[in-house]
């Protein structure tokens, strides 16, 4: 009698003990997703996504590519309107499209590392993160580019291994604080994006924006529309490593 007044206590101990673990486990995923995707906040190394100054200084950043189409218009928005911009360039790309990766090099332009394969980096050894990165410099300073060449994560994507690897090789990570593509929604027009970054953008902040693909024609168009309203509202635009400089990062 004795042990089956028991069971039903047992059981609902136990319910309550499989409970309590999946709440743990939701709540530790919870967390960790939100790391992964922070793009302020990294377990190690420096990350930066703005910089503080008083001074109207904004940083252009475009990810991805170099490609065939869109490099060279671009670079001719760009160079037309005298703005150096940075570029986090994937290594592939630029083992496809070497000769777009030197014209951007060539223009004055930063390049960062935006890694090899664009993969994102979750959940893979040290030995991965480095290939990634070190096969990417590699081929940034094959082009040519003697600047410091930063990180960028795909996807902006981070966790415990990539962070541990870059503060152990002494390199930046940089993230962005004004991001109109992922705040807008999908299809938003190239007025919608330029509008998004001119009420958005502070001094010292780091617009991130993707040109590089046939499918950003709209994020393209949108680069002559924040250079002209960002100058009116006093802006200049720096290199990143000019910002970090202004900042003292
Ligand atoms: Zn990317």
């Known amino acids: 009698m004795r042990v089956e007044a028991r069971v039903p206590f047992l059981v609902s101990e136990n319910i309550l003990l499989i409970r309590s673990i999946l709440a743990l486990l939701v709540v530790t995923v919870g967390v960790l997703w939100l790391l992964s995707r922070s793009?302020?906040?990294?377990?190690?190394?420096?990350?930066?996504?703005?910089v503080?100054?008083?001074e109207k200084l904004v940083a252009l950043t475009f990810d991805d590519g170099p490609s065939r189409d869109n490099t060279p218009r671009i670079?001719?928005?760009?160079?037309?309107?005298?703005?150096?911009?940075?570029f986090y360039l994937v290594g592939e790309a630029i083992s496809y499209h070497p000769d777009e990766a030197r014209a951007i090099a060539a223009?004055?332009?930063e390049i960062g590392n935006h890694s090899y394969t664009h993969s994102r980096m979750l959940f893979k050894?040290?030995?991965?993160?480095?290939?990634?990165?070190?096969q990417t410099s590699a081929l940034i300073r094959n082009l040519g580019y003697t600047g410091d060449i930063?990180?960028?994560p795909p996807y902006g994507k981070k966790l415990f291994v990539l962070p541990f690897y870059l503060w152990r090789e002494g390199i930046k990570t940089i993230s962005w604080s004004v991001a109109p593509e992922s705040n807008l929604p999908a299809?938003?027009?190239?007025e919608?994006?330029?509008a998004y970054v001119l009420e958005h953008t502070e001094p010292g902040d780091i617009v991130l924006l993707h040109v590089m693909f046939r499918s950003r024609e709209k994020s393209l168009a949108a680069v002559p529309l924040v250079i002209e309203g960002l100058r009116e509202r006093g802006y200049q635009f720096v290199t990143v490593s000019e910002l970090l400089a202004h900042g003292g990062v």
């Open 39 to 50: 793009p302020d906040y990294q377990l190690f190394g420096e990350l930066v996504s703005s």
């Open 52 to 54: 503080e100054t008083n």
């Open 75 to 86: 670079l001719t928005v760009l160079e037309a309107y005298n703005v150096k911009a940075t």
């Open 107 to 109: 223009a004055g332009h």
């Open 125 to 134: 050894p040290v030995s991965f993160m480095a290939a990634e990165v070190e």
């Open 150 to 152: 930063h990180f960028r």
């Open 187 to 190: 299809g938003a027009g190239s």
């Open 192 to 194: 919608a994006i330029a």
